[in-house]
């Protein structure tokens, strides 16, 4: 049976210990509803699944990645948020819903460290939803480039083109083809993250949306 879509957190959380092409950083999520009524119950959970980690506080708003809008950009998402800030930087991601749906959602993960590469992949032409694969990509430490519209590079290829993608593809391609696959070959993008640890480099995705 194929995945359907959800929030950005649940998604997420969906596909942990189903996705085999790439990781999926720890994660914890709570609704608007929750943290309003339990801050502190809230933080306690986080601090016992981060410890002393640095952290981003991301947006997981019910208006983000629908089928018919992504919103993508329109919310707030908190880079190397320590624990001294933790309180009031989600209360900032919540401001930024305006008004937040109760059932609206954060998501707190682990900041990746050693970022070599960033970017978002498509598994169809953005502009005219053709069969074709498209990374938008930049080297280097900082995620939010491309989503941020500061920059970046694109590669692109036809889905069925008999030429092997460059090699710094490969594994961005299984991801998208894996994607595919679990969700019945909906159209998408995702978002990912590539790290170096010693030797090995380690594909991270960090959000998935139709």
Not at 35 to 42: A, D, L, N, Q
Not at 89 to 105: F, L, Q, T, W
Not at 121 to 129: E, G, K, Q
Not at 197 to 203: H, P, R, T, V
Request: net charge negative; aromatic share 8%.
């Amino acid at each position: 049976m194929a995945l359907v879509f959800s929030t950005k957190a649940r998604t997420l959380d969906s596909l942990k210990g189903v996705l085999s092409s790439a990781q999926i950083a720890p994660l914890f999520f709570f609704s608007v509803e929750q943290w309003c009524s339990s801050k502190t119950e809230c933080l306690s959970k986080i601090s016992a699944a981060f410890g002393s980690s640095s952290l981003i506080i991301r947006s997981s708003c019910g208006r983000e990645d629908a089928v018919n809008s992504s919103n993508a950009g329109a919310f707030l998402s908190l880079p190397n948020v320590d624990h001294s800030n933790l309180e009031v930087s989600i209360d900032k991601v919540i401001a930024s819903y305006g008004d937040a749906d109760p059932a609206d959602e954060v998501l707190v993960q682990p900041m990746l460290t050693d970022v070599i590469r960033s970017g978002v992949a498509f598994t169809h032409d953005p502009n005219t939803c053709s069969p074709y694969r498209v990374v938008n990509w930049s080297d280097g430490n900082d995620t939010s480039t491309v989503t941020s519209g500061a920059g970046g590079s694109i590669w692109q290829q036809a889905a069925n083109c008999s030429i092997s993608p460059p090699s710094i593809f490969v594994p961005i391609i299984s991801l998208l083809n894996e994607l595919l696959e679990l969700y019945d070959h909906i159209p998408l993008d995702c978002e990912f993250s590539l790290t170096c640890d010693g030797n090995n480099q380690i594909l991270w995705l960090l959000q998935v949306r139709p």
